[in-house]
């Protein structure tokens, strides 16, 4: 039995009984997790016209977004369910309830060389799911938050010309399912 709604029509006796089974997929199968807080649903088990329903186990509704990033970064616990609905608000998907998950800590960003001179070539590298890195930016700020740059990413490594001024620049990366990193880089 295939997961998901599955219809099953038997004839008893002269009557016909049509039954719905619904055999829930597993919230891994389900869901990514990623920058150690937020779970993602797979593009798998996106659609025009769903909405999802992200909740504990016992009902309570946490977001009705595409992510769901949990308040206390670093847990995330068990007792997730994700529940996807057609525009009609029935359910299409549902998952299993999560058992704990696996934290997300390999997504690694460096900067080098660090410090770099002015007018040379600064080098980001991201250590992510390539997934991740599609419409990724960096954003440069000078310390005292102005920004002072905007960098598409690359891949996995982004060269970036360090025509800014002698200081300490923040650069955050933001990927496309919304998490961020942040480096301190200093131009000399």
């Known amino acids: 039995m295939r997961n998901g709604d599955n219809t099953i029509v038997i004839t008893i006796d002269g009557v ?3 039954l719905i089974v619904n055999k829930p997929f597993a919230f891994d199968d389900m869901v990514i997790v990623r920058w150690e807080n937020t779970m993602t ?3 798998d088990f996106t659609g025009d016209g769903y909405a999802y329903r992200w909740q ?3 009902g309570d509704l ?3 977004g595409i992510r769901y990033s949990v308040p206390n970064a670093g847990y995330l616990g068990g007792g997730y369910i994700l ?3 057609n525009a009609a608000g029935a359910i299409v998907y549902r998952s299993c309830p999560s058992s704990n998950l696996s934290l997300k800590t390999s997504i690694i960003v460096k900067a080098y060389p660090n410090p770099v001179s002015t007018g040379a070539t ?3 590298e991201v250590e992510a799911d390539e997934d991740l890195l599609q419409d990724a930016v960096i954003e440069v700020y000078i310390i005292t938050g102005t920004r002072a740059g905007y960098i598409p990413v690359q891949g996995r490594l982004t060269p970036i010309t360090a025509n800014y001024g002698s200081g300490t620049y923040l650069f955050v990366l933001r990927s496309n399912d919304g998490g961020s990193r942040e480096l301190r880089v200093v131009v000399e």
């Open 122 to 124: 600064l080098y980001i």
């Open 41 to 43: 649903v797979r593009e």
């Open 56 to 58: 504990q186990a016992n």
């Open 83 to 85: 529940e996807i609905t």
């Open 16 to 18: 016909t009984y049509t």
């Open 62 to 64: 946490l977001s009705t």
